[in-house]
Nanobody, 126 residues
């Protein structure tokens, strides 16, 4: 089970940190990441990180501004979002999968990813 939190309203140029707490089964070999969706648009992969080696992948639109980390002791995934832009406004979902990695994870469709958390709204005002 994945529980996302940390969304909110921030001005352009500001920062937010999203958290995704995991519970239940062991996901030590999984890749965890974030997707986002704007109403009327498709799901966009934002970032992912592998539990085993902390290797990461990011969408081009967020490279250099967003950072994914995992706290293994707390079994929690984080997304540090800096220099936020209005176009980052979306509902953000955390997700985990045991098969897809890297860019394959980011370009996966919803049904291809095994576990999903509930969404958390991020709104960036201009």
């Amino acid at each position: 089970q994945l529980q996302a939190s940390g969304g909110g309203l921030v001005q352009a140029g500001g920062s937010l940190r999203l958290s995704c707490a995991t519970s239940g089964r062991t996901i030590g070999s999984y890749v965890m990441g974030w997707f986002r969706q704007v109403p009327g648009k498709g799901l966009e992969g934002v970032s992912c990180i592998a539990y085993t080696d902390n290797s990461t992948a990011y969408a081009d639109s967020v490279k250099g501004r967003f950072t994914s980390t995992i706290d293994n002791a707390k079994r929690t995934l984080y997304l540090q979002m800096d220099n936020l832009k209005p176009e980052d406004t979306a509902v953000y979902y955390c997700a985990a999968d045991g098969f897809h990695r890297g860019n394959r994870f980011l370009t996966s469709r919803r049904l291809q990813i095994r576990y999903w958390g509930q969404g958390t709204q991020v709104t960036v005002s201009s």
